[in-house]
């Protein structure tokens, strides 16, 4: 066998993400003929016990311990201490929920492989066991349970728990205020009159009604130097302008309906508008109608503008940058955010959101807030629904390196981390991974009696290589101060937004 074969069958046999411990030596010992409905169960089974201790652990420490433990304390520290003991079981249940979600996810999927040997169907990851009789059934029932409970259960509720610390809601007011900034700063860089207010401060909520009318009059209509002027001085009468203050109350959203399937159909339409405003910004202005007043009108139609006109742009945002917030207890005089937040009750929320599940958003922008769930469908795909797939066929291997490639783009157009240097290495990883699945997919491409059989397997070596080679050669450009370059580059881009700042 060439040595690219007898490599990427040694590679085929490591698996550092999905750690067998029933396979270890020491277990193997101890039971050498483990079923593997026992280690289904073990897994799944095990997992639950685990959530449950978590869970009880939570009710002893803050209805049993705490009433003896905080006595003398006033109710202010105790319900701080009580907040920052939740707050810690709940950090550690979602990272329980993140390192063993692949490893029980693949032993879940396991169950639902199957293969023929004969006349007989045998359980790919044991052979002993026979499928489709009574004992399997009972065990393929429980499967798609579990198959709720975990691989599709985790990242919902990873993705609930971000829409209830109201995640979602914070990156789109925070990209809105990015973008209302930007064509602001737009129509200075055009000359237009500005007025007497902070640019890096300006918010959706917080801009006035006469400096959203002339934005939108000069990008939307082309108005010109003097009509802006006119507008801004509210002495444009074809342009009126509100004054009054708004009240949040009059813009407060209905009351939800009860029934379940009323707030299912509720909800598939939000869906549909949410995906109708995105294809035609246009949408936005038609389902508002008359209800909507002049300033609602305006803003949406300028915030589609700025996405979709292609004159401006922004830059991903991070959530550790200063997001040019208002301070929390500033008075809130303008309507909210269609989000329902005030940009000057993001930083608290922001805080309270970072420390109770700050771990699956922070590292990301505020753009890509919802990667970690791509990351966690990412490694169900590559390890768990990709082994539903015959073993060993070639067709197994080009959905794996189509799912790679898939990634690997996205993560090239989006550039989902919030640093520089982590979506360089992110990508490198993506890379590597397609470049091996590739290697496999081009051994099992028969080349006897081809008399390019040669030049074929060097190709085979040299790729089968790079996967080693990449990390050495990473680590090597870290060592030489590779991301010095980078550091620079976003020093000298702060120094010229402060600099742009103190001008304005």
């Known amino acids: 066998m060439p040595w690219p074969h007898t490599f990427v069958a040694f590679m085929s046999k490591i698996s550092l993400i999905n750690l067998n411990f029933f396979h270890l030596p020491a277990a193997a010992c101890l039971n050498p003929n483990l079923s593997f409905y026992t280690e289904f169960l073990a897994y799944t089974f095990g997992f639950l016990a685990i959530l449950v201790a978590t869970a009880s652990m939570w009710t002893f420490g803050v209805y049993a311990l705490a009433p003896f433990s905080l006595r003398g304390l006033n109710a202010d520290e105790v319900a701080q201490r009580r907040a920052v003991f939740t707050s810690r079981i709940l950090q550690r249940t979602l990272m329980f929920l993140y390192l063993v979600y692949p490893g029980v996810s693949v032993t879940i999927f396991g169950m639902f492989t199957c293969t023929s040997i004969g006349n007989e169907e045998l359980l790919v990851l044991d052979m ?44 789109r007011l925070v990209e809105d205020n990015a973008w209302l900034r930007e064509a602001a700063e737009h129509t200075w860089r055009l000359g237009m009159p500005q007025p007497a207010v902070d640019m890096q401060r300006l918010c959706v909520d917080t801009i006035d009604d006469a400096h959203l009318a002339m934005l939108h009059a000069v990008l939307l209509l082309k108005a010109d130097k003097e009509k802006a002027g006119n507008i801004l001085h509210g002495t444009d009468v074809s342009m009126p302008v509100a004054t009054e203050k708004h009240s949040s109350k009059e813009h407060a959203k209905p009351q939800r309906r009860h029934t379940r399937w009323a707030a299912l159909r509720e909800r598939v339409t939000q869906i549909k508008t949410f995906v109708a405003d995105r294809i035609n910004p246009a949408a936005a202005l038609e389902r508002l109608g008359g209800a909507a007043t002049s300033r609602e009108k305006r803003l949406a139609a300028l915030l589609s503008w700025c996405r979709n006109a292609g004159v401006l742009a922004i830059q991903a945002g991070s959530w550790s940058d200063d997001l040019n917030l208002p301070e929390e207890d500033e008075k809130c ?132 290589v790079l996967p080693l080679a990449m990390p050495v050669a990473l680590h090597a450009y870290i060592m030489l101060g590779g991301w010095g370059k980078d550091a620079k580059e976003d020093m000298q881009e702060q120094s010229d937004e402060a600099t742009f700042g103190d001008d304005g």
């Open 333 to 464: 005089e303008y309507p909210a955010h269609h989000t329902g937040l005030h940009s000057c009750q993001v930083p608290g929320l922001l805080r309270k959101a970072s420390q109770e599940c700050g771990f699956l958003f922070t590292v990301y922008t505020t753009q890509c807030w919802y990667w970690e769930s791509v990351e966690l469908l990412r490694k169900l795909a590559l390890t768990s629904i990709l082994a539903l797939i015959t073993p060993g066929t070639a067709g197994q291997v080009v959905i794996g390196c189509l799912v790679a490639l898939a990634l690997l783009l996205a993560n090239i157009k989006l550039k989902p981390f919030a640093s520089r240097a982590l979506n360089f290495v992110n990508q490198g990883a993506q890379l590597n991974l397609f470049l091996l699945l590739f290697t496999g997919l081009l051994l099992k491409v028969n080349l006897d009696g081809d008399d390019s059989k040669a030049f074929y397997d060097a190709i085979i070596s040299m790729l089968a």
């Open 128 to 171: 002993h066991i026979k499928c489709k009789n009574g004992r399997w059934w009972q065990y393929f029932a429980g499967a798609i349970v579990w198959v709720v409970l975990v691989p599709i259960g985790v990242p919902v509720f990873f993705n609930r728990l971000l829409h209830r610390y109201k995640v979602p809601q914070m990156a």
